[in-house]
């Protein structure tokens, strides 16, 4: 079918994915069975010569693959058709990372970026019938070793917990180990490979831009043809709704390139989540012939949108911010790694959950961060369907780069290039990103060990980047660099009053949490707290008897030199001593989810003045104890539930004050019409008894946060005493509950809690699949959590507290397809971790 469509296109297409062979270039004698697209590490583990790296300690064992030559090699037939093609190219969407490529014995090309898309003119040696194609990979962990004892670039964390050399070479940085990763140097073809005919010619590129005005929005598309015809091309293109087409344009090619126009009269916008639809119209464009038949085809989506990041002076600086179609907006969401450490196996599958769990949580923007990889066409579907604005990093991250080097300044501008033309049409763009913490202490006067020069560092991020983005993508903004200071001192990197900062100072700098609510910066783009995965998870890595936090396996899980430490002495400062294994690993999570809330409902109520909230990081790419939200399995860690509340559009919080014996309490919202509501509280003590309560009618003007009760608890504390006193409050919109809170005068380890006597009740809900569980508290429960045995359920609200006397009623979801049995499930409480 797709031969078929295609020959009609006059393109065609003949995929060379699927089957392969590999083995050790050395030892063609022993081939394996292969996966295209996949890499190295897929095919042994799946051929059984490496025992699973992400469980105990295998990834030891299987070093040894990341310094082989490997060769992948298969046969296919081609057809007379597509050898009479004028001009016949082999496409690799993706070769990681150091590949020579032969067919038919003859060597057609080299390959040095992971991020580019190699073509190879095949035309003269392709043979009618049987051909074979090998692919030969170098080790990049043995060429980026020669290169560093050449000339030692600076790296972070370098022979700790990374591999040697990576900044040398364009792949993936992460590969080499990271503080939430495993050192594993993987190679293959990792993407579509495939040849590609064609007589007439192919379309090589469309940007799509748009000017709205009083009008409409005006549409400008500038299409680009490769032809190897000289007769006449033409191109036309529709913009489609719901396969109705609102638009369309034609104009004759002249020297391969054509701008075409339209207007759409009554546009629907697209909006990131919470504001909006996320429209989407289909584009579609074609290359026609002089007859008028249909050479190529391609489709793109777009939203018709402004996105923009606001920088002007206000009075606390320089604003950042970033404002949809001129409504600006408080960017919630996280920082995004790749999805699997081995890449290639995330599925789209994979993606979907994901990001459906990013939305899920009231996130409206993901940073693509700079030690990953530009991610596939899929993650960038789904954001701009859902609303998820992109931060887009080039891929850099916490090293020195060899930009001295012309060739790989070249070979960089060649991946620039190609990832802004795919990516610049997207609705979801937001920024473009430089790297990922380079001004952040790897930046000084001259090359040392530690740094590289500003000389250097300038030539590629203020000059060549920002060169080749205005002259690709002058639509989109562009940053140098997270963090970045554009004023003042640049080395000031976390300057308060402007630009985006990454806030270590919780967790790397051991400060308290209070410390969050001293910090008044503009935008926090990463800022994080580890915590332990939970121990169904666990027990995928570590067996039976190495299922304590300092064991070699719980060690080897724990990539953060002071991670298992920093979490135990947080632990002890907030809360009381866990029992046991498998309650640290709960109460880690609590502790996390308590870390990022104390920090997010800060800068939610400090709104405008800061104007984002990206916590580090969503999700993990192999089974460890890390800063994510979402474990490798796809598990919500008590801090996914969290972020559901503490990045509701409207959102109640709490800020205490133990010295007055006061709460105050505010309203964050970031809805775009007015609303009003009621809010509620009520003060009770550690048994449950009420001693206090009220209700406020407050209403509050769109996209705003300010401070709407006090509450002094004096009286009660001289009653019941700081450690026996409990504030419940929540905010009711329409006689619906759209936010809770919860205040104490102590941390919750100096409380007097009492056993809570939780019990829950499960009931199917009617017809539908959906599965109700009640949760009951004699007493007030605090972190009251679910945990479910059967695996692909998740709970709608998790880690939540319960005054005594009440009971809450929780949806159980599926996640994927499953249905839902009910069976198996644990309900507890922060007492539990404690109490024997
Ligand atoms: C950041 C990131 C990562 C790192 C994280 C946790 O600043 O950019 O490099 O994994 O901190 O240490």
Same mark, same amino acid.
């Given at each position: 079918?797709?031969?078929?469509?295609?020959?009609?296109?006059?393109?065609?297409?003949?995929?060379?994915?699927?089957?392969?062979?590999?083995?050790?270039?050395?030892?063609?004698?022993?081939?394996?069975?292969?996966?295209?697209?996949?890499?190295?590490?897929?095919?042994?583990?799946?051929?059984?010569?490496?025992?699973?790296?992400?469980?105990?300690?295998?990834?030891?064992?299987?070093?040894?693959?990341?310094?082989?030559?490997?060769?992948?090699?298969?046969?296919?037939?081609?057809?007379?058709?597509?050898?009479?093609?004028?001009?016949?190219?082999?496409?690799?969407?993706?070769?990681?990372?150091?590949?020579?490529?032969?067919?038919?014995?003859?060597?057609?090309?080299?390959?040095?970026?992971?991020?580019? !898309?190699?073509?190879?003119?095949?035309?003269?040696?392709?043979?009618?019938?049987?051909?074979?194609?090998?692919?030969?990979?170098?080790?990049?962990?043995?060429?980026?070793?020669?290169?560093?004892?050449?000339?030692?670039?600076?790296?972070?964390?370098?022979?700790?917990?990374?591999?040697?050399?990576?900044?040398?070479?364009?792949?993936?940085?992460?590969?080499?180990?990271?503080?939430?990763?495993?050192?594993?140097?993987?190679? @293959?073809?990792?993407?579509?490979?495939?040849?590609?005919?064609?007589?007439?010619?192919?379309?090589?590129?469309?940007?799509?831009?748009?000017?709205?005005?009083?009008?409409?929005?005006?549409?400008?598309?500038?299409?680009?043809?490769?032809?190897?015809?000289?007769?006449?091309?033409?191109?036309?293109?529709?913009?489609? $709704?719901?396969?109705?087409?609102?638009?369309?344009?034609?104009?004759?090619?002249?020297?391969?390139?054509? !701008?075409?126009?339209? !207007?759409?009269?009554?546009?629907?916008?697209?909006?990131?989540?919470?504001?909006?639809?996320?429209?989407?119209?289909?584009?579609?464009?074609?290359?026609?012939?002089?007859?008028?038949?249909?050479? #190529?085809?391609?489709?793109?989506?777009? @939203?018709?949108?402004?996105?923009?990041?606001?920088?002007?002076?206000?009075?606390?600086?320089?604003?950042?911010?970033?404002?949809?179609? @001129?409504?600006?907006?408080?960017?919630?969401?996280?920082?995004?790694?790749?999805?699997?450490?081995?890449?290639?196996?995330?599925?789209?599958?994979?993606?979907?959950?994901?990001?459906?769990?990013?939305?899920?949580?009231?996130?409206?923007?993901?940073?693509?961060?700079?030690?990953?990889?530009?991610? +596939?066409?899929?993650?960038?579907?789904?954001?701009?369907?859902?609303?998820? +604005?992109?931060?887009?990093?080039?891929?850099?991250?916490?090293?020195?780069?060899?930009?001295?080097?012309?060739?790989?300044?070249?070979?960089?501008?060649?991946?620039?290039?190609?990832?802004?033309?795919?990516?610049?049409?997207?609705?979801?763009?937001?920024?473009?990103?430089?790297?990922?913490?380079?001004?952040?202490?790897?930046?000084?006067?001259?090359?040392?060990?530690?740094?590289?020069?500003?000389?250097?560092?300038?030539?590629?991020?203020?000059?060549?980047?920002?060169?080749?983005?205005?002259?690709?993508?002058? $639509?989109? $903004?562009?940053?140098?660099?997270?963090?970045?200071?554009?004023?003042? #001192?640049?080395?000031?990197?976390?300057?308060?009053?402007?630009?985006?900062?990454?806030?270590?100072?919780? &967790?790397?700098?051991?400060?308290?949490?209070?410390?969050?609510?001293?910090? !008044?910066?503009?935008?926090?783009?990463?800022?994080?707290?580890?915590?332990?995965?939970?121990?169904?998870?666990?027990?995928?890595?570590?067996?039976? #008897?190495?299922?304590?936090?300092?064991?070699?396996?719980?060690?080897?899980?724990?990539?953060?030199?002071?991670?298992?430490?920093?979490?135990?002495?947080?632990?002890?400062?907030?809360?009381?001593?866990?029992?046991?294994?498998?309650?640290?690993?709960?109460?880690?999570?609590?502790?996390?989810?308590?870390?990022?809330?104390?920090?997010?409902?800060?800068?939610?109520?400090?709104?405008?003045?800061?104007?984002?909230?990206?916590?580090?990081?969503?999700?993990?790419?192999?089974?460890?104890?890390?800063?994510?939200?979402?474990?490798?399995?796809?598990?919500?860690?008590?801090?996914?539930?969290?972020?559901?509340?503490?990045?509701?559009?409207?959102?109640?919080?709490?800020?205490?004050?133990?010295?007055?014996?006061?709460?105050?309490?505010?309203?964050?919202?970031?809805?775009?019409?007015?609303?009003?509501?009621?809010?509620?509280?009520?003060?009770?003590?550690?048994?449950?008894?009420?001693?206090?309560?009220?209700?406020?009618?407050?209403?509050?003007?769109?996209?705003?946060?300010?401070?709407?009760?006090?509450?002094?608890?004096?009286?009660?504390?001289? $009653?019941?005493?700081?450690?026996?006193?409990?504030?419940?409050?929540?905010?009711?919109?329409?006689?619906?509950?759209?936010?809770?809170?919860?205040?104490?005068?102590?941390?919750?380890?100096?409380?007097?809690?009492?056993?809570?006597?939780?019990?829950?009740?499960?009931?199917?809900?009617?017809?539908?699949?959906?599965?109700?569980?009640?949760?009951?508290?004699?007493?007030?429960?605090?972190?009251? &959590?679910?945990?479910?045995?059967?695996?692909?359920?998740?709970?709608?609200?998790?880690?939540?507290?319960?005054?005594?006397?009440?009971?809450?009623?929780?949806?159980?979801?599926?996640?994927?397809?499953?249905?839902?049995?009910?069976?198996?499930?644990?309900?507890?409480?922060?007492?539990?971790?404690?109490?024997?």
């Amino acid at each position: 079918m797709d031969r078929i469509e295609s020959q009609i296109s006059g393109v065609s297409k003949v995929s060379l994915n699927g089957e392969w062979r590999v083995s050790r270039a050395a030892d063609r004698e022993e081939e394996l069975p292969a996966v295209v697209p996949g890499c190295v590490h897929l095919d042994l583990l799946a051929a059984g010569r490496i025992s699973d790296p992400f469980v105990a300690e295998n990834e030891d064992d299987c070093q040894w693959v990341s310094r082989e030559v490997w060769s992948y090699r298969r046969a296919f037939d081609v057809d007379q058709a597509t050898l009479d093609c004028d001009r016949i190219v082999l496409r690799c969407h993706g070769l990681d990372t150091l590949a020579e490529v032969f067919m038919n014995g003859v060597k057609i090309g080299d390959a040095n970026n992971m991020f580019r !898309t190699w073509e190879f003119d095949v035309k003269s040696v392709l043979r009618l019938g049987a051909n074979d194609i090998e692919v030969r990979f170098q080790s990049a962990l043995l060429f980026t070793e020669a290169k560093q004892s050449e000339r030692k670039l600076p790296n972070w964390s370098e022979g700790n917990e990374k591999l040697v050399g990576g900044p040398w070479v364009r792949k993936c940085q992460s590969n080499y180990g990271w503080d939430w990763g495993p050192k594993l140097v993987t190679c @293959g073809i990792w993407k579509d490979i495939e040849l590609v005919g064609f007589s007439f010619g192919r379309l090589q590129d469309a940007h799509f831009q748009q000017h709205h005005g009083a009008d409409g929005v005006r549409i400008q598309l500038t299409v680009e043809a490769e032809m190897v015809t000289s007769s006449q091309a033409t191109a036309r293109a529709f913009i489609l $709704d719901g396969g109705a087409v609102v638009a369309e344009c034609e104009a004759a090619f002249s020297e391969g390139k054509v !701008t075409l126009s339209a !207007t759409i009269t009554r546009p629907k916008l697209w909006w990131p989540n919470g504001m909006g639809e996320a429209h989407l119209y289909e584009l579609r464009v074609e290359l026609l012939d002089k007859g008028g038949f249909v050479r #190529d085809v391609v489709g793109k989506r777009i @939203g018709l949108r402004r996105l923009e990041l606001q920088r002007h002076a206000d009075e606390w600086g320089e604003s950042f911010q970033f404002a949809a179609n @001129g409504v600006p907006f408080f960017a919630k969401g996280a920082n995004w790694i790749p999805a699997d450490a081995l890449l290639p196996r995330a599925s789209a599958g994979d993606y979907r959950r994901l990001l459906d769990d990013a939305v899920g949580v009231n996130m409206n923007m993901l940073r693509v961060w700079g030690g990953g990889v530009y991610e +596939c066409e899929e993650f960038y579907d789904i954001c701009d369907e859902l609303g998820i +604005c992109v931060w887009q990093d080039f891929m850099f991250a916490c090293a020195g780069y060899p930009s001295f080097d012309a060739a790989w300044m070249r070979n960089f501008e060649l991946e620039a290039e190609e990832q802004i033309r795919r990516l610049r049409h997207r609705a979801s763009l937001a920024l473009w990103c430089g790297n990922n913490e380079l001004e952040q202490g790897i930046v000084a006067e001259t090359w040392t060990d530690t740094a590289m020069s500003w000389e250097d560092y300038s030539a590629l991020f203020d000059e060549l980047l920002p060169s080749v983005i205005a002259r690709l993508d002058p $639509d989109t $903004d562009y940053w140098p660099s997270s963090a970045h200071s554009p004023i003042g #001192d640049r080395c000031d990197f976390n300057n308060p009053t402007c630009g985006d900062a990454h806030l270590w100072d919780v &967790w790397h700098g051991r400060k308290p949490f209070e410390w969050y609510w001293t910090s !008044t910066h503009r935008f926090c783009s990463e800022f994080g707290f580890q915590s332990f995965p939970e121990p169904r998870s666990v027990e995928f890595y570590a067996p039976a #008897d190495e299922r304590n936090i300092t064991s070699y396996v719980m060690e080897h899980h724990q990539r953060s030199g002071i991670g298992n430490a920093t979490i135990i002495d947080y632990m002890l400062s907030w809360f009381r001593l866990p029992c046991g294994f498998e309650n640290t690993l709960w109460l880690s999570q609590i502790l996390q989810a308590a870390a990022i809330q104390y920090a997010v409902e800060h800068w939610r109520r400090n709104m405008p003045r800061t104007m984002g909230a990206l916590y580090w990081q969503l999700n993990d790419c192999w089974p460890v104890a890390s800063w994510s939200s979402i474990d490798y399995f796809g598990r919500w860690k008590a801090l996914h539930y969290a972020a559901k509340r503490f990045f509701a559009p409207v959102m109640l919080s709490v800020v205490d004050d133990p010295k007055a014996a006061k709460f105050s309490l505010h309203i964050t919202s970031d809805l775009l019409t007015e609303c009003e509501g009621q809010l509620r509280w009520v003060l009770c003590d550690t048994d449950g008894r009420e001693i206090g309560g009220g209700t406020k009618i407050v209403s509050m003007a769109p996209r705003c946060a300010r401070h709407v009760l006090d509450i002094d608890v004096s009286d009660a504390r001289r $009653d019941v005493g700081e450690q026996g006193l409990l504030l419940f409050c929540e905010f009711l919109i329409n006689g619906e509950t759209v936010s809770r809170s919860f205040g104490t005068l102590v941390r919750p380890k100096h409380l007097r809690l009492r056993a809570p006597k939780l019990s829950h009740r499960v009931e199917s809900c009617g017809d539908s699949k959906d599965v109700i569980v009640t949760v009951s508290a004699k007493r007030p429960a605090l972190f009251v &959590w679910l945990e479910f045995e059967e695996d692909g359920v998740r709970a709608d609200d998790n880690f939540f507290h319960l005054q005594g006397g009440e009971s809450r009623s929780i949806r159980l979801l599926p996640v994927g397809e499953g249905e839902i049995k009910g069976v198996g499930i644990r309900v507890r409480s922060l007492y539990d971790t404690f109490a024997e």
